[in-house]
Structures are given as C-alpha cells and as structure tokens.
C-alpha cells in the first residue's frame, strides 16, 4: 500500500515563500513518477508540477513556471515543492501524486495518470 503525506503548507503573506514536503511509504521509491496538483475553492484540481523516476526531468505549469521548484531524493522516499514569489492565486490544497512505472523517463501532467494521492495540506496566500 502506497502512502504520501504532505507537510509545510500555512498561511504567507503575496511575495513569501513555501516548501511542502511528501514523505512516501513505499518501497522503491526511485520506481515511481511523482508530481504536485492544487485545487483551490470550487474549482478543478490543476497539475503543478511533476518529477520523472531519477528527478532528471520536471515539468512546470505555466502559472508557477519560474517560481516553483519541483524536487526529489530517493534515498529519503520525499520530493518537495519550493515555492517562491507566492501570489494569492496560489491559495489552494496541494496534493502530492505518485504512479509506479517501469524505468521510464515520463513526466506525467493528467490527474488520471497518477494512482496515488495524498490528503492534501493547505496553503494560503494573502495580499
């Protein structure tokens, strides 16, 4: 059973920076793509970032392009989110995702490509 937690979300002032952490209960971690999705109010959950297997391939959305850093070390089973430049159009939960591959090279985008989530930590940005 795969289990993701996420931690380090809060409440930042608009210009203030974040890092969430997933912390992963699984066995080989390096097997696994994960990525980083938000889902603010009454809207759509959204990807934010993703992470191939070695951590040698990322993919941003275009809204956090430059801003955000998406990271990993198998060795401790976590990948993080850095966030800089908060703006209050980032408040949202932020949910850590994981699929098990076979050696791939993928970076993975769509909700539906993940098979694992986590409960989600909130972060808030006020202006």
């Known amino acids: 059973q795969v289990q993701l937690a996420e931690s380090g979300g809060g409440l930042v002032q608009a210009g203030g920076s974040l890092r969430l952490s997933c912390a992963a209960s699984?066995?080989?971690?390096?097997?696994?793509?994960m990525g980083w999705f938000r889902q603010a109010l009454g809207k759509e959950r959204e990807f934010v970032a993703g992470?191939?297997?070695?951590?040698?391939?990322?993919y941003y959305a275009d809204s956090v392009k430059g801003r955000f850093t998406i990271s990993r070390d198998n060795a401790k089973n976590t990948v993080w989110l850095q966030m800089n430049s908060l703006k209050p159009e980032d408040t949202a939960v932020y949910y850590c995702?994981?699929?098990?591959?076979?050696?791939?090279?993928?970076?993975?985008?769509?909700?539906?490509?993940?098979?694992?989530w986590g409960q989600g930590t909130q972060v808030t940005v006020s202006s």
């Open positions: 992470i191939s297997q070695s951590g040698t391939r990322t």
């Open positions: 995702a994981a699929d098990r591959q076979l050696l791939s090279s993928s970076v993975y985008s769509e909700p539906a490509e993940y098979d694992y």
């Open positions: 699984v066995r080989s971690f390096s097997w696994y793509v």
